[in-house]
């Protein structure tokens, strides 16, 4: 099975809201968590990541929390706005040895923004 | 803009033929891999390629291969097509670091007839 899994396959909000975007991971190995943006036809667009020695990381609008005691991850977008309707995915990595096992990926979360 | 760019954008090919899919990195970046996407999937990770060798491999068989060339543009070689390989193939690179972000390309859209 999928080492990295969403909670929700679509989530819409309110133009102006804030969204929260959920994710949990199965491998305690994972030490680096990235979330991807991909729009439609296009490929995935690194938003923010943070590492296992972090709890949370603040980029422009987004916030990563990271809870490793229930394998958890979230995403928190501030103020969402039209631009943000995009699919959402979380990926794990184990970066020793340049993360070589490449990226685990979930099924993402389709992000709705409603005028 | 990622600075990782592939070729073709879009092809079409018969079951059980050959396709070669291209990948530049983006500059200073030594690391390079290959993901496919089906639709309405996450990406899966093929292999990687660290100067020029496979140092990682996922879940795939042995009809997926790939090449690094000295300047760190990668191709991904699919032989003996099948239906599901129809999907978005994705290069991604880095800089192999602990601290390297990963950074994705736009992709080639397979579609296997």
């Known amino acids: 099975g999928e080492s990295v899994g969403l909670h929700l396959p679509t989530l819409s909000v309110q133009e102006g809201d804030n969204s929260i975007i959920n994710c949990a991971y199965s491998?305690?190995?994972?030490?680096?968590f990235i979330w991807y943006k991909q729009e439609s036809g296009k490929g995935p667009q690194f938003i923010i990541d943070?590492?296992?020695?972090?709890d949370k990381r603040q980029g422009q609008r987004v916030t990563v929390l990271l809870n490793k005691t229930v394998k958890h991850l979230s995403l928190q977008i501030a103020a969402t706005q039209p631009g943000d309707s995009a699919v959402y995915f979380c990926a794990e990595n184990i970066s020793s040895g340049g993360g070589a096992d490449g990226l685990t990926f979930g099924k993402g979360t389709h992000l709705i923004i409603q005028p | 803009e990622t600075g990782v760019t592939q070729s073709p954008t879009h092809l079409i090919k018969t079951r059980g033929q050959q396709v070669t899919l291209r990948c530049s990195s983006q500059?200073?970046?030594?690391?390079v891999s290959w993901y496919q996407q089906a639709l309405g999937q996450g990406p899966q990770f093929i292999f990687q390629y660290y100067r020029e060798e496979e140092n990682g491999r996922g879940n795939f068989p042995p009809r997926f291969s790939g090449l690094q060339f000295p300047n760190y543009s990668s191709e991904l070689n699919v032989n003996a097509l099948e239906l599901d390989d129809s999907a978005l193939y994705l290069c991604a690179s880095s800089t192999g670091q602990e601290s390297g972000t990963i950074y994705f390309g736009e992709g080639s859209w397979l579609t296997v007839v």
């Open positions: 500059s200073g970046h030594n690391t």
């Open positions: 943070i590492r296992s020695n972090m």
């Open positions: 491998n305690s190995a994972s030490d680096y």
